[in-house]
C-alpha cells in the first residue's frame, strides 16, 4: 500500500473501529477481547489467542449511559458504556477492567450487570510500585489473570507462547517510538493527528497486519529532520486523547506537538517487556518501570522530574495539560506539575474535554491565544 | 400532607458527651503539637489500631472536613484550593482541607501539623492523591496501605498482601518513633476496637425498634468517636451510654419523629451542611431514617482474631466502598430487611465516585427485587454550591406522597 493510502486508511480505521473490527472479524473469526487503560498486559491476552482491542472513548450523544452513571463520570467511561449499551461493542468476546481509578472500578460493576458479554475479568493490580510485597502481588494477579484467560478459551499458555508475543507487541512498539514525533527520539515526521491515528490504530489492529503496514510505510518514508521552522512547539500532557478532530487544533493555530506525556500517546510505547526470565515477572517489570500513571504509587519515582527533563529536551515552548472533565487522578496532579513548570519559566495551558460530543471552537480560540503569547517570547 | 411548620427534634444527651469527648480529643491532639508525642493524619477507613497502639495521636481530615462542612466554612476553603488549581470537580474533603492547610482556617483553628501520614486506599483513589499533596506540603512520609478492590469475592492473595504490608507498617511507625512495637498492646487495642464496633452496632440496631428511637441524622453526629478513636476505653464507655439513651426512649416509647410513618434508608455520605433541614422536613412527613450505609460502614466484625493481623487484614479489605456494586447490593438488601425500610434516599454524592457511581443500577436493582421506591437527591457533602435547595425540596415531597400513597393502596388492600 502507497503511504498516503495507507494514512486514509489508518484514519479511516481511527475515525470508526468498531465498524472495522466487525468486519474484520467477520472476515476472519477472529476473537477480540477488549481493554481498559494501559496497565492492562495486551501480551497476555494475545498470548491467549485473542486480539486485545483497546477500547477509548468515542463520540457519541450520551443517552442510554445516562440511565447507569452521573453527569459527573468522565467522557472515557460515559462514552465507552454509551456504545456498548448501543450494541458497538458486540464484536467484543469480552472485557479487561485493570484496577486504576475509582471510576474504572465501578464501571466494570455496571458493565457486568447490564452487558452479556461472554468473558469479564477485573485485574486488580496494586497501587504501590515499590515494594517488594507489591511486586509479589503483582505477580500474583496477573497470574490468575492468566489462569482466567486459559479457562476461558481452554487452551493453557506456554511460556514460548508469551514470549512471541512479546517480541512482537515490542517490535510494534519500538517502530512507533521511531515513528515518533522527531523530539521525542524517532527521525520520522508526521502530522500529529495521524501519528495518533497510528497509535490508535496500533492498539486495535491485528498486531502482525499492522507491524507489515507499518514496516512497508517507514522503509518508504523519507527521513524528515527538518520541523516546520514556524511552527510553535508544544507538548501535551494528560490521559487519554483520542479525539483525532483534537489534534487539528493545533495546525490550525500554527503548532506542533513535540512530546506527549498521554496514556493514547507516550506511556503507551514508551517501554518495553523483557524477553529474558520468568515471563510474567517481566511483565510485571514492565508495569513498574513504565512513566509513572497518577493513579499509581512509587516514591521512588518523581513524575513532575521526569516530565521536565522530557520537555526540556523536546525544545517545547510551552505545555498544553489536556484534562478529560472529571478525571480525577489527572486532575489531582495538576497543581502541583503546573507549578512546578512555573519555577522553571515554562508556560503552560489547561484545557479541558467534557464528557459527550467533541467541540473545539472554545478550546481553539483559546489554544490560539496561547500560541500567540509564545510566538513573542 | 404539608410540611409548613419545621418539626421539633428531641435531642440526645449524649450528644452533649460526644461533643465533651471531641473537644478534649482535639485539644489534646492540638497541644501535642511540636511535643515529643507523634500526630499522625490518617484516612478514615485506616487501621487506626496501629497508631494508637504505638501511642501515637491519629488525626482525620475528613471528620475535620465534615466539622467544616456542618459549619459552612467548606465553601470558602475549597474556593482556596480552587485557587490553587485544584478542580471544583474533586472532593470537597480533599479541596476543604487543602485550603484549611494552607489558610489554617477552621471552626478549630487547623489541625495539628503531622509528623506522617497514613492512607489507605479503601474508600478510594482520592486519598492517594490527597495524601500525596499533604505529604509535599508538610514535607513528611507517606504509608500508603494498599487494600485490593474485592470485585464479587475475597481473594486470598489480597490478604495476604494487606497483611504484609501491616508488617511494614510496623516496621514504618518503630522507626518514626524508636521504639519497639508491642503486639500485646495492639491485641489490647484490638479487642477494645472490636468491643466499641460491636457497641456500635449495637447502637445502630436500636432502630430496628419501632418507633426508631433515633435516625441516621443522630447517628452522622454521634459517629465521629467510632471513626476517630475507636481502640480507646473512652469510647467503649460512651456508646455504652448511648446505647442505654436509646434503651430508654424505646422503653418510654419515645421516637426520634413525633409520628413514625415511614421508615428510611439513606445512602452514602450526608450533605453536612443540611443536616438540619433534612431532618426537619422529613420529620415533618413522619418519616425516619432508620437506617443508612454510611455509619454501618464502621460495623467492622470479625476484627478480634488469633492472629490480630488476619483480623485487621479482613476488616480493612472488605470495607463497603471496596466491594463490587453486588456486595453492596447484598449488604443494602440486608439492612433494608433488618430495619423494615420502606424507602431509599440516595445521596448522589459529586465528591464521592466510588460511593455514587453504580447508584442508579442500585435504584432500579432495589425497585424491582423488593418493590421498595428510591430517591436519588444530586448534591455534594460539604460543598454547598452543589445543591438546588428548591429542586431537592420539591424532589422530597413528591417522593413522600407516592410513599404516602402506595401506604394507602397497601391499607385498602
Redesign the interface.
Known amino acids: 500500500m502507497e503511504n498516503t493510502s495507507l494514512i486514509n486508511f489508518f484514519r479511516r480505521v481511527a475515525q470508526n473501529p468498531y465498524a472495522y473490527l466487525q468486519e474484520w472479524q467477520a472476515k476472519t473469526g477472529a476473537r477480540l477481547i477488549g481493554y481498559f487503560c494501559l496497565n492492562t498486559p495486551e501480551e497476555l491476552i494475545h498470548a491467549a489467542g485473542f486480539l486485545p482491542i483497546r477500547i477509548t472513548g468515542s463520540e457519541e450523544n450520551i443517552s442510554l449511559a445516562a ?4 453527569s ?2 468522565c467522557s472515557l467511561i460515559q462514552s465507552t458504556l454509551e456504545a456498548a449499551l448501543r450494541g458497538k461493542l458486540s464484536s467484543l468476546t469480552g472485557t479487561v477492567f485493570p ?1 486504576t ?3 474504572i ?6 458493565w ?3 452487558l452479556s458479554f461472554p468473558g469479564h475479568w ?1 485485574l ?1 493490580l ?3 510500585l515499590h ?1 517488594p ?2 511486586r ?2 503483582l505477580i ?2 496477573l497470574r ?1 489473570f492468566k489462569k482466567g484467560l486459559e479457562d476461558f478459551s481452554g487452551r493453557f499458555i506456554k511460556d514460548e507462547d508469551l514470549k512471541k508475543s512479546f517480541h512482537l507487541f515490542n517490535r510494534v512498539r519500538s517502530l512507533l517510538r521511531k515513528l515518533a514525533i522527531p523530539q521525542i527520539g524517532g527521525n520520522y515526521s508526521l502530522a500529529a493527528k495521524d501519528f495518533y491515528a497510528f497509535l490508535k490504530v496500533s492498539a486495535i489492529m491485528d498486531r502482525e497486519e499492522f507491524l507489515a503496514h507499518l514496516s512497508n510505510f517507514m522503509a518508504a518514508k523519507e527521513q524528515d529532520h527538518h520541523r516546520k521552522e514556524a511552527a510553535t512547539p508544544l507538548f501535551l500532557i494528560g490521559s487519554i486523547c483520542d479525539h483525532l478532530p483534537f489534534f487539528d487544533l493545533f495546525n490550525n493555530c500554527g503548532a506542533q506537538i513535540v512530546g506527549d506525556d498521554l496514556c493514547s500517546g507516550w506511556r503507551y510505547i514508551s517501554v518495553d517487556v523483557s524477553l529474558s526470565g520468568d515471563p510474567l515477572e517481566a511483565l510485571a517489570e514492565r508495569l513498574r518501570q513504565r512513566p509513572l500513571c ?2 499509581k ?1 512509587n ?1 521512588q519515582f518523581d513524575r513532575a522530574a521526569e516530565l521536565l527533563a522530557r520537555i526540556k529536551a523536546s525544545s517545547a515552548k510551552g505545555v498544553v495539560f489536556l ?1 478529560q ?2 478525571c ?2 489527572h ?6 506539575l ?1 507549578d512546578k513548570l512555573r519555577q522553571e519559566n515554562i508556560p503552560h495551558l ?1 484545557l479541558e474535554i467534557e464528557p459527550g460530543t467533541f467541540s473545539g471552537g472554545g478550546l481553539e480560540t483559546r489554544l490560539r491565544a496561547f500560541v500567540e503569547t509564545l510566538v513573542e517570547i | 400532607m404539608a410540611a409548613d411548620k419545621p418539626t421539633k427534634i428531641p435531642r440526645l444527651r449524649t450528644t452533649q458527651k460526644m461533643k465533651e469527648l471531641m473537644t478534649q480529643y482535639y485539644l489534646e491532639a492540638k497541644l501535642a503539637e511540636g511535643s515529643e508525642k507523634k500526630i499522625a493524619w490518617i484516612t478514615s477507613g485506616g487501621p487506626v489500631e496501629f497508631l494508637i497502639a504505638a501511642d501515637i495521636i491519629p488525626i482525620y481530615p475528613e471528620n475535620h472536613g465534615t466539622m467544616l462542612g456542618a459549619s459552612r466554612m467548606s465553601v470558602e476553603l475549597c474556593e482556596v484550593a480552587e485557587g ?4 471544583r ?3 470537597s474533603y ?1 479541596r476543604g482541607d487543602i485550603g484549611s492547610v494552607i489558610t489554617k482556617k477552621s471552626p478549630i483553628g487547623g489541625l495539628p501539623k503531622p509528623d506522617f501520614l497514613l492512607a489507605c ?1 479503601n474508600i ?3 486519598v ?3 495524601y ?2 499533604l505529604s ?1 506540603y508538610f514535607e513528611v512520609p ?1 504509608f ?1 496501605l ?1 487494600t ?2 474485592v ?1 464479587h469475592r475475597l ?1 486470598p ?2 490478604l ?2 494487606v497483611r ?2 501491616f508488617q ?1 507498617l510496623i516496621e514504618f511507625l518503630e522507626t518514626i518513633t524508636g521504639q519497639k512495637f508491642s503486639f500485646s498492646r495492639l491485641e489490647e487495642v484490638v479487642h477494645l476496637s472490636a468491643q466499641s464496633a460491636l457497641l456500635w452496632k449495637e447502637v445502630l440496631n436500636q432502630c430496628t425498634h419501632r418507633p426508631a428511637p433515633m435516625s441516621c441524622f443522630d447517628a452522622f453526629i454521634n459517629m465521629a468517636p467510632i471513626v476517630t478513636l475507636r481502640g480507646k476505653k473512652e469510647v467503649v464507655h460512651f456508646y455504652e451510654e448511648m446505647k442505654k439513651e436509646l434503651q430508654e426512649r424505646i422503653a418510654q416509647g419515645v421516637g426520634a419523629v413525633p409520628e413514625e410513618k415511614f421508615r428510611l434508608l439513606w445512602d452514602n455520605i450526608p450533605i453536612w451542611y443540611k443536616m438540619r433541614e433534612l431532618a426537619e422536613l422529613f420529620a415533618a412527613y413522619g418519616a425516619c431514617l432508620v437506617a443508612d450505609t454510611y455509619t454501618n460502614a464502621w460495623v467492622f466484625e470479625g476484627l478480634e482474631t488469633p492472629d490480630p493481623l488476619a483480623g485487621l487484614a479482613l476488616a480493612y479489605t472488605t470495607a463497603y466502598l471496596n466491594v ?3 456486595l453492596m447490593v447484598e449488604r443494602i438488601t440486608e439492612l433494608i430487611e433488618r430495619f423494615q425500610v420502606d424507602g431509599l434516599i440516595i445521596h ?1 454524592n ?1 465528591s464521592c ?2 460511593y ?6 442500585l435504584q432500579r ?1 432495589i425497585q424491582e427485587k423488593y418493590g421498595i421506591p428510591g430517591l436519588v437527591i ?1 448534591a455534594d457533602m460539604t460543598d454547598a454550591r452543589a445543591y438546588a435547595e428548591a429542586q431537592i425540596k420539591n424532589r422530597i415531597e413528591a417522593f413522600m406522597e407516592t410513599l404516602a400513597n402506595r401506604q394507602k393502596i397497601g391499607k385498602d388492600k
Request: negative net charge.
Open positions: 440511565r447507569h452513571l452521573q459527573y463520570s484496577h481509578c475509582d471510576s472500578q465501578r464501571l466494570s460493576d455496571i457486568a450487570m447490564n477485573d486488580v496494586p497501587v504501590k515494594t510485597s507489591a509479589t502481588y500474583q494477579e490468575r497518577p493513579c504509587y516514591p484534562l472533565k472529571f480525577d487522578p486532575a489531582f496532579d495538576y497543581p502541583y503546573k489547561l | 490553587l488549581g485544584y478542580s470537580d474533586l472532593c480533599a486506599n478510594c483513589g482520592t492517594l492523591k490527597w500525596q499533596f509535599r507517606l500508603l494498599d485490593p478492590f470485585h481473594v492473595e489480597s495476604a498482601y504484609h504490608q511494614e463490587s456494586l453486588d448522589s459529586r465516585k466510588p455514587s457511581l453504580g447508584q442508579y443500577d436493582i444530586e
